[in-house]
């Protein structure tokens, strides 16, 4: 098996040679020429441009993607009026989350576990227990909410986020999950809840 490696080695360098010999006038014409036409013109072009602008040109370009790469990390925040003390509350965290639904599972999991609460808290409130076990399904008087609904909450009180994968790769295919769900007909139908229980 190692003498037939050898003898293949030797008839592939052959071959290559025998090629390199027979298509030297093709392989110059058509790329050793072109390049050193292109390197002959790239050397007089850096030679006639002054390192002044040149390395202005390249402060210009490493400043444009450090403020792109850090924009939207160091954002000031306004702060609050003097002699207020402002606490940071359930609602706006919620908010927040809606608007960073489309950065990440994480999210998406995170609005689908405070809904979750929510509407365990709704049922407790109506259905006057004190608790709902873990891992349990949410029911009680009235409560029929459709499926895509029971998977989204389902998905965001009995799940952790590290449960639903993210895309590997930009050529890979989304994978629906649960929290894909219309979050708003989650919302609707809690908000109708909330009227009922009123």
């Known amino acids: 098996m190692n003498r037939r490696r050898w003898i293949l080695t030797g008839i592939f360098i052959l071959a290559a040679a025998l ?7 093709l392989i110059e014409s058509f790329l ?3 390049l050193s036409y292109v390197w002959f ?3 007089i072009l850096y030679r006639l441009i002054a390192q002044l602008v040149l390395w202005g040109i390249t402060l210009l370009v490493v400043a444009w993607l450090a ?3 850090l924009y939207g990390r160091f954002r000031w925040k306004r ?3 003097s ?3 402002f606490r940071r509350g359930q609602v706006q965290a919620m908010v927040e989350n809606l608007g960073k639904l489309k950065q990440g599972r994480y999210y998406q999991w995170m609005v ?3 809904l979750g609460n929510l509407a365990r808290s709704l049922l407790r409130l109506r259905e006057g227990q004190d608790a709902f076990p873990a891992g349990s399904q949410l029911s009680g008087r009235g409560w029929a909410p459709p499926a895509s609904v029971v998977n989204y909450l389902d998905a965001g009180l009995n799940n952790s986020f590290a449960d639903f994968s993210e895309r590997r790769c930009f050529f890979s295919p989304q994978v629906k999950t649960p929290l894909d769900a219309d979050v708003w007909q989650v919302v609707d139908y809690l908000e109708k809840q909330i009227g009922d229980k009123q």
């Open 19 to 25: 090629l390199a010999f027979l298509l030297q006038d």
């Open 32 to 34: 050793l020429k072109p």
């Open 41 to 43: 013109a790239l050397t």
């Open 67 to 69: 403020f792109s790469s």
């Open 79 to 81: 702060s609050p009026a």
């Open 83 to 85: 002699g207020h003390n």
């Open 112 to 114: 689908a576990n405070r």
